[in-house]
């Protein structure tokens, strides 16, 4: 078999405070980019919105939210320098941010960009965790459903540099719906940026259960659907409050092959052979030879949980 | 939140040998069944294919493989003493066997049974591994797509002694379909049984993944749709033919409780708490308030891998 590899950069970002400057911010990417290179990389994973704190914790008018934390447009002045470096190295990226989008409302976005610096594809946010009310007795908020609307498209895979790539966000990780939209699609690695607060603050959820769920559930993921899977977390403590970390690479046989190893700016690598999953394609998920959609119908028409069909 | 268990034991269910008489096998079952309930078992979970070896590793006529492999009907002669006792002991079971159906087709089924000893449901296994052409380079065979049909219905939950039972077979536990459709419908406690070949016939897998493809599907499953799940091996060295063990009882929090040890009979027990899953169904899989089927349409709409939607 003809051997076809992507080199895979993680980088994990460290905490990004309400107070920090966007230069700042972006000459931490930039090092982390130059030093995916310096690994060998042809594409870098960043987080979700990674240009500024995760700022879904606070409670603020949509305007205010807009203004601090939205890009009106992508790329745009203040991100230029970084789609600059990566055009220079010739390496490829995935970066979450805010999108502003006056015609179809602000989304949870994220983008993928060639080796040229051309952006191939835009991805906004299915799966939005959270609430949208004020919750005064909590020890921070989760308001992605105040400050966004749900992504009005699907999950989709794109020819990036000659590799089928899809993407999704955060909370999407642990949906098998996700995944199989883009399995569907040929994906041969799946790019994720997430936001992960350490603390559940819908009820005394134990706290290394985090943990433990993002990591099965991407193992399971990757090898459901014979994909590699990068990524990456914005993590540590933002103004006090902790992010879970854990920033991995997955192969197509459900293993972890890199994880980062602390919660701060951290560049993670793989150099990925692309046909590590052809087996399970072609043998015990061979779609077209084993899946039964005749049996999946509840899947899609049911939102929620109803009646036994027993 | 009041209190409601369900005592859960997984009976393993070491080599059973194409020499082994009926007889044998089912005293061993009767024993599994007799340490369960000195456990406080209220619901035991044996193996998928329990009553005989896992005969479609032999190639045969299928007239053949019938008159010597598969049950008439059920309960019948050779298995009543298995109902009897359970009535007895007032214990619940899952049972996986060959079933003829000469009006439907030959299946792989499973059924459940409640503590007064009567079939609460039946399923038939929808996703069958394996080929149907005798592989004479292969060092066995797997035909289940030879001697039985694809399942005629779709994966569905009963009420067995007052808990929202599913259950499905072996192969099943690898394809997220299996268990949403369930958690559409409310499952709480989700049976399995099977028998996995530590060789991979198809290409030379490393045998260590076979175990860890199991554990990382039965965990991410039970997390992403908050059921209990109880899995059943029949395992060890059946004539020469390898089969992993690794039985275990996994929470809806992702967690394996319990997990057996041996690759012979074996019985593990916890004693679950049917509301560990509640958080979860309240709040990160709320889903009526989180899935988006819009989104999913793809799932059912194709079989195998086709274009991509970019």
Same mark, same amino acid.
């Given at each position: 078999m003809s051997q076809r590899r992507l080199g895979v950069a993680v980088a994990q970002v460290g905490a990004v405070h309400v107070s920090d400057s966007r230069q700042r911010t972006l000459d931490r990417l930039i090092a982390l980019l130059q030093e995916a290179k310096s690994r060998g990389a042809d594409f870098v994973v960043f987080p979700e919105l990674t240009l500024a704190t995760f700022f879904p914790r606070y409670w603020m008018s949509q305007q205010e939210a807009e203004e601090r934390y939205f890009e009106h447009s992508m790329p745009n002045p203040n991100v230029q320098a970084l789609f600059d470096e990566a055009r220079r190295l010739e390496v490829g990226f995935y970066l979450g941010y *805010?999108?502003?989008?006056?015609?179809? +409302?602000? =989304?949870?976005?994220?983008?993928?960009?060639?080796?040229? +610096? !051309?952006?191939?594809? &835009?991805?906004? &946010?299915?799966? $939005?965790? +959270?609430?949208?009310? #004020?919750? $005064?007795? *909590?020890?921070? !908020? #989760?308001?992605?459903?105040?400050? =966004? !609307?749900v992504g009005n498209d699907t999950f989709k895979v794109w020819g990036v540099d000659e590799v089928q790539m899809g993407m999704c966000l955060c909370n999407d990780r642990r949906w098998p719906e996700t995944w199989r939209v883009m399995g569907l699609q040929g994906a041969e690695f799946v790019a994720l940026g997430y936001n992960t607060p350490s603390i559940n603050i819908h009820w005394p959820e134990p706290v290394h259960l985090r943990m433990h769920h993002h990591l099965i559930t991407l193992q399971a993921s990757a090898y459901q659907n014979a994909v590699w899977i990068g990524a990456a977390a914005k993590c540590g403590v933002e103004d006090g409050h902790h992010m879970i970390g854990g920033s991995v690479i997955v192969a197509p046989t459900g293993e972890i092959v890199a994880q980062a190893s602390t919660e701060e700016d951290e560049l993670i690598y793989f150099n990925a052979d692309l046909n590590l999953g052809q087996p399970f394609r072609d043998h015990v998920f061979n779609f077209a030879k084993h899946r039964r959609p005749e049996h999946y119908q509840l899947i899609v028409e049911r939102t929620g949980v109803g009646a036994s069909l027993a």
């Open positions: *805010a999108e502003l989008c006056p015609k179809e +409302g602000p =989304f949870n976005t994220s983008i993928l960009v060639n080796k040229k +610096g !051309q952006i191939i594809g &835009k991805y906004r &946010k299915v799966h $939005l965790p +959270g609430h949208s009310d #004020h919750k $005064l007795d *909590a020890p921070f !908020q #989760h308001l992605e459903k105040k400050y =966004f !609307q």
